[in-house]
């Protein structure tokens, strides 16, 4: 199949750099997107986004008269669905006693209603939200057929997942093996056609109910892993153990491969989407409901591990260091790192947090300051929430230096117990156990 002409609905952290590339490639791009401010900022040169690479991208898009902004879509010869999936914030279901999330397809919904009066025969359209099984042939193909034409007979549907890290979005897109599953074994093979324009990886051909799981069962995947590191770390401090030296052994087994610890998991995937799973088969999914519950727990696992450091919480000063949701990025969604600091903040301490990615970040009930200094500023403890580069390679005897707090708790193994004892701090790390089992390494014991 051949294509000159796309629409992209939905210019988010997925829209906007597929529209761009596809565009960078020749074909004509209808941005489109329901907010009018991000009509207008892209259309007045901005960018809403931050990704590496991806300002250029766009102005070169725009510039070049190939991508052009609306807020709704025109006929095309494709069409693509990439706005969020979030979950419903006030909206549970319930198994057996115990709440799940619900999926929230209004915004899926509302992208393929607006694509009904354009639809033409022999169009594709191609869902890339991360959905629940079946939102395409269940949800999708009914709403597309209000046109009078039916999915896979008169127009071609496919489900073509995401599957690109944020910060490596640009690379990842082309480079990354691709799945496209066709409601109809022609509706993928013009799916295959229409990636193959800038698609360097392995591009995939399946049915859309299996492309839709192999996206959540990856996601999965990860969350229930990094579930069962955290436990691993719960362990490691009731036994006396060093988590990040037991993992690091086990991991040389040539068949284990264990993730790493940490304050929790975030972000607007791994967070969210094995929920999508449990939502659809609550019965068949204990373990993935467990995995996410104790994700969802780690925030406060990590709080108490500030509050035994510091023997309490009220009134006492804390740097918060790093408030994004992984190491590297200023994406602040869904990020235990905030979680943690606000969960400190209600136990009564005084939190100062740094966000170098963002350091005007404003988020109600916490205090950010703009920079390190700020934050080091009166703290009596340093907490570490975030694996950022910056915070890795920080010298603690400068540190010392610059703050009168001595002692710190990093929560992602970041900082060396040696270093930063010998620059006079205790420093606690989650997932570090004492020897007699209390749960914190005891300094004088250790020493
Ligand atoms: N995390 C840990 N321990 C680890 C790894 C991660 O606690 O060992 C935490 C991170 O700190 C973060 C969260 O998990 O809070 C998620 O981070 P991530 O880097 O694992 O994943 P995301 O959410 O940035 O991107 C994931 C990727 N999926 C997989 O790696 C299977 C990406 O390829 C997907 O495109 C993306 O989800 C998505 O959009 O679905």
Redesign the pocket.
């Known amino acids: 199949m051949n294509f000159e002409k796309l629409c992209v609905i939905g210019l988010g952290y997925i829209g906007l750099p597929t529209a761009s590339t596809f565009a960078a490639h020749g074909l004509q791009v209808v941005g489109v997107d329901v907010n009018p401010q991000v009509v207008e900022t892209l259309r007045n040169g901005g960018i809403h986004i931050h990704e590496p690479g991806l300002r250029t991208l766009v102005e070169a898009a725009l510039k070049s008269g190939r991508l052009t902004i609306q807020a709704r879509p025109e006929e095309a010869d494709a069409f693509i669905i990439a706005v969020p999936t979030p979950f419903y914030e006030d909206r549970f279901g319930e198994y057996q006693g115990r709440r799940y999330k619900q999926a929230d397809l209004r915004a899926v919904a509302s992208a393929a209603e607006s694509i009904v009066p354009v639809l033409r025969p022999g169009n594709l359209v191609v869902l890339e939200s ?1 959905s629940p099984p079946r939102t395409t042939v269940g949800v999708v193909a009914p709403i597309l057929e209000k046109s009078g034409l039916r999915a896979g007979q008169d127009f071609y549907l496919a489900y073509s997942p ?5 910060g490596q979005i640009l690379r990842e897109l082309i480079e990354n093996a691709r799945v496209i599953g066709g409601v109809t074994p022609a509706s993928a093979l013009a799916g295959r056609d229409l990636y193959a324009i800038f698609v360097k990886g392995e591009i995939v051909l399946t049915d859309a109910t299996t492309a839709e799981m192999v ?1 959540l069962m ?2 999965t ?2 969350d229930v892993n ?1 579930a069962i ?1 955290n436990e691993f770390a719960r362990l490691a401090e009731r036994f006396g153990v060093d988590v990040w030296q037991a993992i690091q052994i086990a991991n040389l087994h040539p068949r284990v491969r264990i ?4 304050p ?8 969210v ?1 094995p929920w999508f799973l449990v939502e659809a088969a609550p019965d068949l999914t204990p373990l993935i409901a467990t995995a996410r519950r104790v994700n969802d727990d780690q925030p406060h696992y990590a709080v108490a591990l500030v509050e035994k450091a510091l023997g309490g919480l009220k009134g006492r000063r804390i740097a918060a260091l790093g408030l994004a ?3 590297d990025v200023d994406d602040l969604r869904e ?2 790192a905030v979680e943690v600091a606000h969960l400190l903040q209600e136990k009564g301490a005084l939190v100062r947090a740094f966000e170098p990615f963002k350091p005007h970040a404003e988020l109600a009930g916490l205090t950010v300051v703009p920079s390190l200094e700020e934050a080091l500023q009166e703290a009596e403890c340093l907490v570490l929430l975030v694996r950022h580069t910056q915070f890795v390679t920080l010298c603690p005897k400068d540190i010392a230096a610059r703050t009168s707090a001595r002692l710190a708790v990093d929560t992602v193994n970041a900082w060396k117990e040696a270093d930063w004892r010998a620059a006079g701090f205790r420093l606690y790390r989650l997932g570090v156990g004492s020897a007699d089992g209390s749960g914190i390494r005891r300094r004088e014991a250790d020493g």
């Not at 995401?162 to 944020?166: A, F, I, S």
């Not at 993730?259 to 940490?262: Q, R």
């Open positions: 991360t995401e599957r690109v890290l944020p996206k990856e996601n995947y990860r990094i590191a993730l790493s610890p940490g929790g998991v975030g972000g607007h995937c791994i967070s989407d949701y992984k190491p990020s235990p």
